[in-house]
Structures are given as structure tokens and as C-alpha cells.
């Protein structure tokens, strides 16, 4: 079926480190990538996506470029900051399919 | 913000009693789709209503039923409560015609005693 890997949290930075949370999905059908963010106690923003091999999603200083022969879409930022502690959901999209699956999130602490 | 309002933000029930949880959009969007989000995990979907009819459902039982209404806002009814149904409920809405992206609500808190 249709399901998402990501790295087990919580990841715990200090403030300017390079971030890396890493997420593999399943290669069925041709699907579009999603990171999502979700601050506490509010629903999920989109973050980024790409859509086919190659592209590479950004936004606020985040990347994640879709690997086609990793089948994965890891997410990175070059200097974290404290107001970017949150859980972070990777999620697939199958074409033809207006369904996103998620994973389990990945939350990050970041330290001043 | 994402133009998602979802109503209440949190609520308490007790077990066996029903719950109505519901959710508009500002832009229109035609698509609705409902998730669960139990502590520590991902969203799970439960199903999806494109132009008032149901189009997707996940693995919830027939006690998880919805409508979506002609202006497309939406309600989640769930029947019979459990104590497993405590969680996060969010709402995303999106356009189908255009393939827009999911904006998701920020989600009613739901605690079944």
C-alpha cells in the first residue's frame, strides 16, 4: 500500500544547526511529495512539495529535493531557530488521488 | 491562517454519547476531507466528501459519518463514543477542479470520559 517513513523524534538542536529529518515513502504509481509542519495546539501548514523526480520543494529556509532512486524526500534546513520547534509530517500523494498519507511526524526542539 | 474554521476547539463526552464537530472554509473549496489525530502519531484519514457525496473513506467504522453541505461546509458525526476515539480531529479543505493543495482547520480537541 501507500505509506511514509520518518525518522523516529524527538530531534533536538541547538539554535543554527543544520537540520536533516529523513523520510522514505513507497514508489507505487507516480506521487507527490508534501512536508507539513504543525506548531502546538494548531492544525498542519504545508511547508513544501515537488511533484515529480528531481524537483526540489523550498520555503522559510527549508529544502527537500524528491530522490526517485532513493525513494525518499528528507527534509533539511541549513540553521535552525527556536521558532521553528514543531512536528513535521512527511506526507505522499498518489496521482489521481486527492488523499494525502502522512507519517507519524517528526518533532524537533530547538534550543536558544 | 488558512481560512479553515473548525467548531468547537475543544470539547469533553462521556463514553456511548454522540458528538457533532463541524468545519467551514472561506475560499470555497469543494473538497473536504476529515482526519483523526491521535497523540504522537500522523493523521489518519477518515473520509473525504467532494459536492456533498462521500469520495474516500479510511479504515473507521460506519459510527464515523459525515455531510457536506451546498456552500461546502461540512460536520463529522460520531456515534457511540469510545474512549479510543480521544484525539485531534482536523478538517482540510482543498479544490478539486483547480488541484489546489490541502489547508487543513487547527483540529477539535475531542476527550471521551
Known amino acids: 500500500g501507500n505509506s511514509v517513513t520518518q525518522m523516529e523524534g524527538p530531534v533536538t538542536l541547538s539554535e543554527e544547526a543544520f537540520l536533516t529529518i529523513n523520510c522514505t515513502y513507497t514508489a507505487t504509481g507516480y506521487p507527490s511529495l508534501f512536508w507539513y509542519v504543525q506548531y502546538p495546539g494548531e492544525g498542519l501548514q504545508l511547508l513544501l512539495k515537488?511533484?515529480?523526480?528531481?524537483d526540489k520543494g523550498s520555503n522559510k529556509g527549508f529544502e527537500a529535493t524528491y530522490r526517485k532512486e532513493t525513494t525518499s524526500f528528507h527534509l533539511e534546513k541549513g540553521s535552525v531557530q527556536v521558532s521553528d520547534s514543531a512536528v513535521y509530517f512527511c506526507a505522499r500523494r498518489s496521482g489521481g488521488s486527492y488523499i494525502p498519507t502522512f507519517g507519524r511526524g517528526t518533532s524537533l526542539i530547538v534550543h536558544p | 491562517e488558512t481560512g479553515v474554521t473548525q467548531s468547537p476547539t475543544h470539547l469533553i463526552k462521556t463514553r456511548g454519547q454522540q458528538v457533532t464537530l463541524r468545519c467551514s472554509s472561506q475560499?470555497?473549496?469543494?473538497?473536504v476531507s476529515w482526519y483523526q489525530q491521535a497523540l504522537g502519531q500522523g493523521p489518519q484519514f477518515i473520509f473525504q466528501?467532494?459536492?456533498?457525496?462521500?469520495?474516500g473513506r479510511g479504515n473507521f467504522p460506519p459510527r464515523f459519518s459525515g455531510l457536506q453541505f451546498p456552500n461546502y461546509s461540512s460536520e463529522l458525526n460520531v456515534n457511540a463514543l469510545e474512549l479510543d476515539d480521544s484525539a485531534l480531529y482536523l478538517c482540510?479543505?482543498?479544490?478539486?477542479?483547480?488541484?489546489?493543495?490541502?489547508?487543513f482547520g487547527q483540529g477539535t480537541r475531542l476527550t471521551v470520559v
Open positions: 515537488a511533484t515529480k523526480a528531481d
Open positions: 466528501y467532494y459536492r456533498e457525496e462521500e469520495n
Open positions: 475560499s470555497g473549496h469543494n473538497t
Open positions: 482540510a479543505t482543498s479544490d478539486r477542479t483547480m488541484n489546489t493543495e490541502a489547508f
